[in-house]
């Protein structure tokens, strides 16, 4: 969950830009701009506007759309704003007003009187709360940072991990060479959106697509291979460790068992990959890449090949090659 407080002057101080933009402009009780929004959801206080205030999510912004305009205005010209009061003895995070509508003069002195923010936006209701819930998916999303590299191979999201000089950043810089892109260098940072899917990002924007090659320094990656070769955040869909050749250790060679790695609630695929001299890491990387996206279509190459295997034994070719060996020398 978020690390710090979230609030109303931090939502109207968002740079965002295009399909993302929320197009807000605050009318009214300013003073209260620096209230929390503490739940990533949003409420629409129609009930509470009749008078029912049982179950009322007052903790959520509130959004007032055209059909709760029309109640608003019908309160005022019956001089009944005793609801309206009521309204406001809950300390709500801040009242949006859809479609560019303006609330009556009643109601915006009763705000500003409890020092509750009045926002207006010009965007239909459906629109802004699309908008405004994706962007507190991504705001109070559960985040981390690893050490590692993340790049995307062939569409695929790879985090390369491993001790220290294991050969990471070297790796990487060898794909991007071949035409990939890097995401991040050193400190990934993690977020988990929509409960299932891991975005990863560089934990310093300013930086991330800087890469330290030892005996080399600090290089610009955009700067060398042109923006075409950098991306902001991917999703991350695998997990490669790199770890130095240990020859009393059994590595995998089939590839039969699918062994995944928790992160954040969220299990990522996991491949265990040795270094030694002479080895091609990017190539494997590339392939894992390649198989990755057969897997997510259905194709598992290693389970294909054993039940072809199982196949041919039933078959009776098999018996018959091994018995009909010469066995005499």
């Not at 965002?16 to 605050?26: E, M, P």
């Not at 310093?204 to 700067?223: C, D, K, T, V």
Request: with cysteine; aromatic share 8%; net charge negative.
């Amino acid at each position: 969950m978020l690390d710090r407080k979230f609030t109303v002057l931090d939502l109207l101080d968002l740079d965002l830009k295009a399909h993302n933009s929320l197009n807000l402009n605050c009318l009214g009780g300013r003073k209260g701009l620096v209230r929390s929004i503490t739940v990533p959801d949003l409420n629409r206080p129609g009930l509470a506007l009749s008078g029912f205030y049982e179950s009322f999510a007052f903790d959520r912004v509130q959004l007032f759309g055209r059909g709760e305009v029309a109640y608003i205005n019908k309160l005022v010209s019956e001089d009944n704003v005793s609801t309206l009061q009521k309204l406001f003895t809950y300390e709500v995070p801040c009242c949006v007003f859809t479609h560019g509508l303006n609330p009556p003069k009643e109601f915006m002195d009763i705000a500003d009187t409890v020092g509750c923010p009045i926002i207006q936006t010009d965007l239909n209701s459906t629109e802004f709360s699309t908008r405004l819930l994706r962007i507190f998916s991504d705001i109070f999303a559960s985040r981390k940072s690893i050490h590692g590299v993340l790049v995307e191979v062939y569409g695929v999201g790879i985090i390369l991990t491993g001790d220290s000089g294991v050969g990471k950043s070297e790796t990487a810089l060898e794909l991007i060479e071949r035409g990939h892109r890097l995401v991040a260098d050193d400190v990934v940072e993690l977020r988990c959106v929509n409960g299932n899917t891991l975005l990863g990002r560089g934990a310093n924007q300013m930086i991330s697509h800087h890469m330290e090659i030892r005996g080399l320094g600090i290089i610009n990656i955009s700067q060398l291979y042109g923006v075409g070769s950098i991306r902001e955040q991917k999703e991350v869909q695998l997990i490669v460790k790199l770890e130095e050749w240990n020859a009393n250790k059994i590595y995998d060679r089939l590839g039969t068992e699918q062994h995944t790695q928790e992160l954040l609630g969220v299990q990522i695929p996991f491949l265990e990959i040795p270094v030694k001299p002479g080895r091609n890491l990017p190539i494997i990387i590339e392939t894992a890449a390649m198989n990755e996206r057969l897997k997510s279509m259905g194709y598992f190459s290693a389970k294909e090949f054993n039940q072809n295997i199982l196949k041919w034994m039933e078959t009776g070719t098999a018996q018959a090659a091994y018995y009909g060996s010469d066995d005499s020398y």
